[in-house]
């Protein structure tokens, strides 16, 4: 990995590391249907203008010449957007509304392993050592977590 690969990684993290502060004050005051508009509304704000100033839209316009059907293009922006960006965020908005982001965010950070298994089967991607003792890791990291196994039962303490 090049150090500006890492550094462009570690900035990642820091971002969804604190988004949650502001996740959490939102899920307090707010429905997780108008936490979703207006964070996808400034979204759009944000990346149109970042899009229009830098020329990336030019893009879109090698898409005609593109060897891939404009139609997957599409279905996949589409499925995508349903998805991350409205039902995966609705749950999540949920899930802070009623429990503690310190439970909530590491749970729903578990997504990369669906992301992995779905790239198996669907990309043929290969099964390593490194990815199984990974996603056991990551099963065992959300046991612990949830708070299931808490011998009281009560998964809030």
């Known amino acids: 990995?090049?150090?500006l690969a890492f550094m462009?990684?570690?900035?990642?993290?820091?971002?969804?590391?604190?988004?949650?502060v502001f996740d959490k004050f939102l899920?307090?005051?707010?429905?997780?249907?108008?936490?979703?508009?207006?964070?996808?509304?400034?979204?759009?704000?944000?990346?149109?203008?970042?899009?229009?100033?830098?020329?990336?839209?030019?893009e879109l316009r090698e898409l005609a010449h593109n060897s891939v059907p404009l139609w997957m293009i599409i279905g996949g922006v589409v499925m995508s957007s349903l998805l991350g960006a409205l039902i995966g965020q609705l749950?999540?908005?949920?899930?802070?509304?009623?429990?503690?982001?310190s439970r909530v965010v590491p749970i729903t950070s578990t997504y990369p392993l669906v992301a992995a298994i779905a790239?198996?089967?669907?990309?043929?991607?290969?099964?390593?050592?490194?990815?199984?003792?990974g996603a056991l890791l990551i099963v065992a990291g959300v046991i612990l977590v949830s708070g299931v196994l808490n011998p009281q039962g009560d998964p809030t303490s």
């Open 1 to 3: 990995m090049s150090k």
């Open 8 to 20: 462009y990684a570690l900035v990642a993290v820091l971002a969804w590391g604190l988004a949650p």
């Open 27 to 58: 899920a307090q005051h707010l429905s997780p249907w108008t936490i979703v508009l207006m964070r996808t509304a400034a979204g759009l704000v944000l990346i149109a203008t970042y899009a229009i100033a830098s020329g990336a839209l030019t």
């Open 91 to 101: 749950a999540y908005y949920y899930a802070m509304s009623g429990a503690d982001a």
């Open 119 to 133: 790239t198996i089967l669907v990309y043929r991607e290969p099964l390593t050592p490194h990815k199984i003792i």
